[in-house]
């Protein structure tokens, strides 16, 4: 399901026609002194935004320690750092625990 609605929003981005998919967003649970979430802002985030998948799941940060935004539902808490979850219209369809490095960051997000 999930991959439908990343490759349906995908086609509608790069039609032009408008965006009929779901609501889709990449959340990056990080935390302060996590050398992986580090690496991952140095090899990926500058790019993220302008890659296709940057555009059909934009990025939201939020805080490993910090109660979830409303209207946001995950299989559970995550527990490492970075963790990735990719959601669609507010519900967790994916998840991504750690970062492996930049060349296997985008073959597993795309599994998802």
Request: negative net charge.
């Given at each position: 399901m999930a991959i439908r609605a990343i490759l349906t929003f995908l086609w509608f981005s790069v039609t032009g026609l408008p965006a009929l998919a779901a609501d889709v967003e990449l959340l990056m649970?990080?935390?302060?002194?996590?050398?992986?979430?580090?690496?991952?802002?140095?090899?990926?985030?500058?790019?993220?935004?302008?890659?296709?998948?940057?555009?059909?799941?934009?990025?939201?940060?939020?805080?490993?320690?910090?109660?979830?935004?409303?209207?946001i539902t995950i299989d559970g808490h995550p527990i490492f750092t970075p963790t990735f979850v990719v959601i669609v219209d507010g519900v967790e369809t994916g998840r991504l625990e750690g970062y492996p490095g930049e060349d296997f960051f985008w073959p597993l997000l795309a599994s998802l």
């Open positions: 649970f990080e935390q302060p002194g996590c050398v992986y979430c580090a690496r991952w802002n140095e090899e990926v985030a500058p790019e993220y935004p302008r890659t296709a998948e940057g555009r059909a799941a934009p990025l939201r940060r939020l805080d490993l320690r910090a109660p979830l935004p409303e209207g």
